[in-house]
């Protein structure tokens, strides 16, 4: 026990406690947690007016007042005025209309020269009116936005009017409300139903443990190599065991990765937190993540720590990488249907096959759009700790060959071998 | 009571594939005492050190170290492979006190040793240093002392002395009279038979995964009785020559530039001490000494090149 605390205190040591973890791991979410809520802030800003001549080529008349009331007044369609960054554009133009069609030209070159702050051509054809909105190329795009909204609610109006109808009558009837939904628990409780929140958390859970999880396995993997290359490993093993090595080894990284889910997961429930949305997450989901992190850290650093006893440098650790990358990208690529679907075929075969199994079972639970089975749950767990025994002996089987191994890269039929090997 | 020996091998056999690296090695190293272990290229050395220090694991056969396994030994043992390598990034000081620490030692005691290997092996000021930042003679130095750190009751030093320049040679050299001085017993690999000469008690020559001599050094010398003498005339050598190769018991006598001396090769049957004498009779010599069989002599006539060639050389006396 000895020789494997002072192995994973080395680990833990030159993993997380150097400048680039503290940096990648520690600061960074920390600045991260400030920053977010700033950004808004930072980033609105009051636009500049929409000041200048805006000529309306309107032979038959009609839109042109139209679109003067619709870009002067200060009740424009909400949807044009909501903008993430902030700011309603101050309209103080001039607009003149004018009915000969046969100055297009000539205005069309005032509004490139930048005399004219916009030009709108009105055209009729067998559906009704039409309009063009030409602006100088340096125009501000909310200034654009502006100009081509109330164009739309001009050209719609001026149709409206056509066809003998008010057209401010229609659009109070077609108002579109507000409907919020509620999801009520089994004992009454009703929490607010949000969609996009209901399909994030689920996927921020499995993120948060794919992070953590694959952050140190990777660190495992290359200071395995790392132990290779430097000759190290010879040297090592004169004062520990082989098994002694691995242990120490996936102790020490499993303390970096709880120290990377502890930071991640920290900053996102106190950013939840901050905005009043701690209810997004109930506890059972925190439950969950931490009886599934260790399965999926071991599962994982089991699969890299042989892959990083069996070759020389990380060029050929790519190939052999590669297909357990393949099968732990599953989780990633089937999230939303899984989600959507956390008690289907698909999500329920993939939560007992390792190595997706954890991510899996954490989407899955974390979904919540229907229960998932307690039995079936427990099962997962289950064999997922039995995939864990199964992995760590093979893993250990494959490093204790392969750290003394130099020269080619193994191929996965010789690994199989190793296993077996005395 | 007998003390337990340091190492005992009993019919250790170990395969890779097709190759049979060690072939039945039985061997039993006494404690204290310096034993060379060696061997040409590729002749299993470096296996049956790895599972010596149960770093691989025998096909066959047992193996004890100092009386228990050797990973239940292992903070008794001192073990210095071929591969020598460091952590680059780690800073001296801290890679030594990782390893003590790993040996079973609390820090203050690492520390306290570090700090007196570092001045013994003439390595002021490198504690606080990266151990990239290092030379590689250094680096084989630190190295030595991450092998020595725990004050091992066993030291096993593969190839110690491989890289090195005289100077840190000599260094090493020393150390290891001092450990064989205070009791610590020392197994070690080497291609330098001059230097295996020097050091060892007893040789174990293993060739092809066998083992084909083991023997106290005084032994091999004896056993390999030496044929030759060399003698230096007073007066004219060609007439001194011939006065000693018409002598009873001796098969050759040529002039050797080298030695600036007659070089005598004796018969099978004479007796190297008589043949002496009646030379001192026959001719006056300045000298006359009986040329000791150096262990590269042996290694090479036990291992060389074409043995079929060599013992129709032994046959023939040359």
Redesign the interface.
């Known amino acids: 026990m000895r020789r494997i605390g002072t192995v994973a205190w080395r680990e833990f040591r030159h993993t997380a406690l150097t400048k680039a973890f503290i940096i990648g791991a520690v600061v960074l979410p920390l600045v991260m947690f400030a920053v977010i809520p700033l950004v808004p802030m930072l980033t609105k800003s009051t636009p500049k007016p929409l000041t200048g001549r805006v000529v309306v080529i309107d032979p038959q008349g009609g839109v042109a007042a139209a679109f003067e009331t619709a870009l002067l007044s200060k009740d424009a369609a909400p949807r044009d005025r909501e903008d993430p960054f902030g700011g309603t554009v101050d309209v103080q133009v001039k607009v003149e209309r004018i009915a000969d069609a046969g100055r297009e030209t000539e205005l069309r070159k005032e509004v490139g020269d930048g005399a004219l702050a916009a030009l709108m051509v009105v055209a009729r054809d067998d559906k009704g009116e039409k309009a063009e909105v030409l602006v100088p190329s340096a125009s501000s795009p909310k200034h654009t936005r502006r100009l081509e909204s109330a164009a739309r609610e001009a050209v719609v109006r001026a149709r409206v009017a056509g066809a003998g109808e008010n057209y401010d009558r229609l659009r109070e009837l077609m108002r579109s409300e507000r409907v919020d939904t509620s999801r009520i628990s089994p004992k009454g409780d009703a929490a607010r139903e949000s969609t996009e929140l209901r399909m994030l958390v689920p996927a921020g859970f499995m993120f948060l443990l794919w992070i953590a999880v694959f952050t140190s396995a990777n660190y495992l993997l290359t200071s395995t190599i790392e132990e290779k290359s430097n000759r190290v490993m010879e040297v090592l093993l004169s004062a520990v065991s082989p098994m002694e090595l691995l242990c120490g080894k996936l102790v020490g990284q499993a303390a970096v990765s709880t120290v990377m889910l502890a930071m991640y997961g920290g900053v996102a429930l106190s950013g939840l937190g901050a905005v009043a949305m701690l209810d997004v997450v109930p506890p059972s989901h925190i439950v969950w993540l931490v009886v599934w992190f260790p399965i999926a850290y071991f599962m994982v650093a089991a699969i890299m720590a042989s892959i990083g006893s069996a070759v020389s440098d990380l060029r050929e650790a790519q190939s052999l990488v590669g297909p357990a990358m393949l099968a732990l990208m599953v989780p990633l690529m089937l999230w939303l249907p899984i989600v959507e679907n956390p008690n289907g075929a698909l999500a329920v075969a993939f939560s007992f096959i390792p190595p997706a199994s954890p991510f899996v079972n954490v989407l899955r639970l974390t979904a919540a759009n229907e229960p998932v089975p307690m039995l079936q749950s427990i099962l997962a767990v289950l064999v997922g700790i039995a995939s864990v025994a199964a992995l760590l002996w093979a893993g250990a089987r494959i490093f204790r060959v392969g750290v003394l191994m130099q020269g080619k890269t193994p191929t996965p039929r010789e690994l199989l071998r190793w296993i077996w090997m005395r | 009571m007998l003390a337990t020996p340091a190492i005992t091998l009993h019919d250790v056999h170990k395969r890779y594939g097709a190759t049979h690296a060690v072939r039945g090695v039985s061997l039993q190293v006494e404690q204290g005492g310096v034993c060379g272990f060696l061997g040409p290229n590729g002749a299993g050395k470096s296996t049956t050190i790895?599972m010596i220090?149960?770093?691989?694991?025998p096909?066959e056969g047992r193996i004890e170290v100092l009386g228990a396994t050797a990973?239940d030994a292992?903070d008794r043992?001192?073990?210095l492979?071929e591969?020598?390598?460091?952590?680059?990034?780690?800073r001296v000081a801290e890679f030594l006190r990782?390893?003590a620490?790993?040996?079973?030692l609390d820090r203050t005691t690492a520390d306290q040793r570090i700090g007196s290997w570092l001045e013994r092996l003439e390595l002021p000021g490198v504690s606080r240093k990266r151990c990239m930042e290092l030379s590689k003679g250094m680096q084989q130095k630190v190295?030595l002392i991450?092998?020595l750190v725990n004050e091992p009751a066993l030291l096993i030093l593969d190839e110690p002395f491989s890289g090195l320049d005289p100077v840190n040679a000599r260094v090493l050299t020393r150390e290891i009279r001092g450990l064989r001085e205070r009791g610590t017993t020392i197994l070690f690999s080497t291609h330098q038979m001059r230097t295996a000469e020097d050091l060892c008690d007893r040789v174990v020559l293993i060739h092809r995964g066998e083992k084909v001599l083991d023997e106290s050094l005084a032994s091999i010398h004896r056993r390999f009785d030496p044929r030759a003498v060399l003698a230096e005339p007073m007066s004219d050598p060609v007439q001194a020559g011939r006065a000693i190769a018409a002598m009873p018991g001796v098969a050759t006598c040529a002039w050797s530039d080298e030695a600036r001396a007659l070089h005598i090769r004796l018969t099978e049957n004479a007796d190297a001490r008589d043949a002496m004498q009646r030379m001192l009779q026959a001719t006056p010599l300045r000298r006359v000494e009986l040329r000791r069989t150096t262990l590269d002599e042996v290694f090479v006539r036990l291992v060389g090149g074409d043995e079929s060639v060599l013992a129709a050389q032994e046959a023939a006396g040359d």
């Open positions: 790895r220090m149960s770093i691989i694991l096909d990973l292992k043992i001192g073990y492979p591969e020598r390598g460091l952590y680059r990034k780690m990782f390893m620490q790993l040996k079973g190295q991450a092998s």
